[in-house]
């Protein structure tokens, strides 16, 4: 029956001991059958084929009983010197010894070695013709040859154990860092796929409510004045027209991450503080005044930094629209020297209408659920280590707040030129919920 690869390398290490076995009972034998004179005990040649026949089969089997088969193959190669069987010097022994090295941890391996070499240094000292207690010089250097050489094969047969156990060792830790490294690759990768997700689900929340808030209050109010004031109508339907082209081409810039047959998307530039102007415009033209309160000099922030501030002010302009039931907010962006400080207030209905309207609560962590757009801006201030607040006015209307934390020495401060509806002043600080005059359209 043909074996396969993987069955092969299984049985291969068993099969090559069998073979190293049986070629070494063979040797053992041969010199089992013409002993050595004169020999240190006198013993049978039976004695030295069953020494010969258990050195071959504890070499056959050291790899299901290491310890066992090394004790055995020493004791055999003992009888076989004491009956002057044996012309190696404990070849078996050594052959046992390297697999305990190989598979067995290292004091144990050590502790075996050096077992081994005081009872040889007993054996060649203690037999009964080389007593250790001889004061023969000629005796002391018989006994130093004769010890020296088993020792030195033990010790060889250790070492390159030891080397294989530890060259298998590293081997297994390659293997298990490289399994980490690409364990942790998927994750980075998952990781990765999940926050593009969350950032498009975020961008796609902004884009569609704050269009189609503007596209159902110009509807309305050119269905409302279509047949009384035909030229306010045209303006609706332009509104119309030049929002959902806006929103569908930013759709498509976000969509186009997703297509699986291009390698690369095509994107256009994240939307920055600076185009806050063509958004404010168009609120206008819906016919919501919105006044722009600048503090601070305006300088240019990182780009994360700039598109979470632009899709705050996006989401609160859109609550105003859909929820707020005013002609009239105002926006502050206050720049400090380690934040991005930014206020949507509005003088509308208030908290209490717009529970009924969005189904939400003032605060939008406490349901899960409701409220997407508080959630949004929360968790893009968030993103940056800032903070975030939205709640009713004292008296009336609602406010957001949001601070979103820069680095100072990442600054720069390009030439800004003069946008429409922005005061060339700081305006003085009002009252909470007072819209500053000034600045609206």
Same mark, same amino acid.
């Given at each position: 029956?043909?074996?396969?690869?993987?069955?092969?390398?299984?049985?291969? =290490?068993?099969? +090559?001991? #069998?073979?190293?076995?049986?070629?070494?009972?063979?040797?053992?034998?041969?010199?089992?059958?013409?002993?050595?004179?004169?020999?240190?005990?006198?013993?049978?040649?039976?004695?030295?084929?069953?020494?010969?026949?258990?050195?071959?089969? $504890?070499? $056959?089997?050291?790899?299901?009983?290491?310890?066992?088969?090394?004790?055995?193959?020493?004791?055999?190669?003992?009888?076989?010197?004491?009956?002057?069987? *044996?012309?190696?010097?404990?070849?078996?022994?050594?052959?046992?010894?390297?697999?305990?090295?190989?598979?067995? =941890?290292?004091? +144990?391996?050590?502790? $075996?070695?050096?077992?081994?070499?005081?009872?040889?240094?007993?054996?060649?000292?203690?037999?009964?013709?080389? =007593?250790?207690?001889?004061?023969?010089?000629?005796?002391?250097?018989?006994?130093?040859? *004769?010890?020296?050489?088993?020792?030195?094969?033990?010790?060889?047969?250790?070492?390159?154990?030891?080397? +294989?156990?530890?060259?298998?060792?590293?081997?297994?830790?390659?293997?298990?860092?490289?399994?980490?490294?690409?364990? $942790?690759?998927?994750?980075?990768?998952?990781?990765?796929?999940?926050?593009?997700?969350?950032?498009?689900?975020?961008?796609?929340?902004? +884009?569609?409510?704050?269009?189609?808030?503007?596209?159902?209050?110009?509807?309305?109010?050119?269905?409302?004045?279509?047949?009384?004031?035909?030229?306010?109508?045209?303006?609706?339907?332009?509104?119309?027209?030049?929002?959902?082209?806006?929103?569908?081409?930013?759709?498509?810039?976000?969509?186009?991450?997703?297509?699986?047959?291009?390698?690369?998307?095509?994107?256009?530039?994240?939307?920055?503080?600076?185009?806050?102007?063509?958004?404010?415009?168009?609120?206008?033209?819906?016919?919501?005044?919105?006044?722009?309160?600048?503090?601070?000099?305006?300088?240019?922030?990182?780009?994360?930094?700039?598109?979470?501030?632009?899709?705050?002010? *996006?989401? #609160?302009?859109?609550?105003?629209?859909?929820?707020?039931?005013?002609?009239?907010?105002?926006?502050?962006?206050?720049?400090?020297?380690?934040?991005?400080?930014?206020?949507?207030?509005?003088?509308?209905?208030?908290?209490?209408?717009?529970?009924?309207?969005?189904?939400?609560?003032?605060?939008?962590?406490?349901?899960?659920?409701?409220?997407?757009?508080?959630?949004?801006?929360?968790?893009?201030?968030?993103?940056?280590?800032?903070?975030?607040?939205?709640?009713?006015?004292?008296?009336?209307?609602?406010?957001?707040?949001?601070?979103?934390?820069?680095?100072?020495?990442?600054?720069?401060?390009?030439?800004?030129?003069?946008?429409?509806?922005?005061?060339?002043?700081?305006?003085?600080?009002?009252?909470?919920?007072?819209?500053?005059?000034?600045?609206?359209?």
């Amino acid at each position: 029956m043909k074996l396969s690869a993987i069955e092969w390398r299984r049985v291969s =290490p068993y099969v +090559v001991d #069998a073979a190293v076995g049986f070629v070494l009972n063979l040797l053992l034998l041969r010199s089992a059958l013409s002993p050595l004179f004169p020999r240190a005990v006198h013993m049978p040649m039976a004695v030295g084929a069953t020494a010969a026949v258990l050195s071959g089969v $504890a070499i $056959a089997l050291r790899r299901l009983a290491p310890l066992s088969m090394l004790a055995l193959s020493f004791v055999a190669c003992v009888v076989s010197y004491l009956g002057g069987f *044996q012309r190696d010097p404990f070849i078996a022994v050594g052959l046992a010894l390297y697999i305990v090295a190989a598979v067995r =941890p290292k004091r +144990v391996s050590l502790s $075996a070695l050096l077992g081994l070499i005081f009872m040889l240094l007993l054996t060649f000292g203690g037999a009964p013709d080389r =007593p250790m207690l001889e004061n023969s010089r000629q005796q002391q250097w018989v006994f130093l040859a *004769q010890s020296v050489s088993p020792a030195a094969v033990l010790c060889a047969a250790w070492a390159i154990g030891f080397a +294989v156990r530890r060259q298998r060792a590293y081997v297994e830790a390659v293997r298990v860092q490289a399994q980490d490294q690409v364990r $942790a690759q998927h994750e980075l990768a998952w990781r990765t796929v999940t926050e593009e997700r969350l950032r498009i689900a975020r961008e796609l929340h902004d +884009v569609v409510a704050h269009s189609m808030s503007v596209i159902t209050v110009q509807a309305g109010v050119g269905g409302h004045v279509l047949d009384t004031q035909p030229e306010q109508a045209r303006s609706a339907l332009a509104v119309i027209e030049t929002t959902g082209r806006e929103a569908l081409a930013e759709l498509r810039q976000l969509l186009g991450v997703l297509r699986e047959d291009s390698g690369e998307a095509v994107r256009a530039p994240a939307p920055r503080i600076a185009d806050l102007d063509e958004m404010i415009r168009r609120v206008r033209q819906a016919g919501t005044a919105v006044d722009v309160d600048i503090r601070g000099t305006q300088r240019a922030l990182p780009g994360g930094v700039e598109l979470s501030a632009y899709r705050i002010v *996006q989401e #609160a302009l859109t609550n105003v629209v859909k929820h707020a039931r005013t002609d009239r907010c105002r926006i502050r962006l206050g720049y400090a020297d380690d934040a991005l400080t930014i206020e949507v207030t509005d003088d509308g209905v208030g908290a209490g209408a717009r529970a009924s309207d969005q189904n939400t609560v003032t605060d939008p962590g406490a349901q899960a659920g409701h409220g997407h757009g508080l959630i949004g801006m929360r968790e893009r201030a968030a993103l940056h280590g800032g903070g975030f607040e939205a709640g009713p006015l004292p008296l009336r209307g609602f406010r957001v707040a949001a601070s979103l934390p820069v680095d100072r020495g990442r600054w720069t401060e390009p030439d800004l030129p003069p946008e429409a509806g922005r005061p060339s002043e700081p305006s003085r600080p009002s009252e909470p919920g007072l819209l500053l005059e000034g600045g609206s359209a």
